[in-house]
Nanobody, 128 residues
Framework: QVQLVESGGGLVQAGGSLRLSCAAS????????MGWFRQAPGKEREFVAV????????YYTDSVKGRFTISRDNAKNTVYLQMSSLKPEDTAVYYC?????????????????????WGQGTQVTVSS
């Protein structure tokens, strides 16, 4: 079992920055692929970014490339999402998720059903 707790959300003006953190419980954090998703009001949950176990590979949805950076610290059991040049359309509840390599490689890192564990979410609001 892995428990995930996000933090760092808040209200920011367009063009500003925020860093989200996701702290994981358990000793097996380093074995999981970690992802960030977001869900805006009235919309489906969408993939944002993913980082593999050793941080060697990261992937982003097109709309955040060049603005967001995902990273992880396996010693601290934490994954981060640094968000810069924020836009009003980035407003959403942001969730971190943990998944095993087999399912993510089989079903895709962009599919929420590939992930086994989810945090409760943190609200990010970007004002124009």
């Amino acid at each position: 079992q892995v428990q995930l707790v996000e933090s760092g959300g808040g209200l920011v003006q367009a063009g500003g920055s925020l860093r989200l953190s996701c702290a994981a419980s358990g000793r097996t954090f380093s074995t999981y692929i970690m992802g960030w998703f977001r869900q805006a009001p009235g919309k489906e949950r969408e993939f944002v970014a993913v980082i593999r176990r050793s941080s060697s590979n990261t992937y982003y949805t097109d709309s955040v490339k060049g603005r967001f950076t995902i990273s992880r610290d396996n010693a601290k059991n934490t994954v981060y999402l640094q968000m810069s040049s924020l836009k009003p359309e980035d407003t959403a509840v942001y969730y971190c998720a943990a998944g095993g390599e087999y399912f993510i490689d089989t079903y895709g890192y962009g599919s929420s059903s590939s992930y086994d564990y989810w945090g409760q979410g943190t609200q990010v609001t970007v004002s124009s």
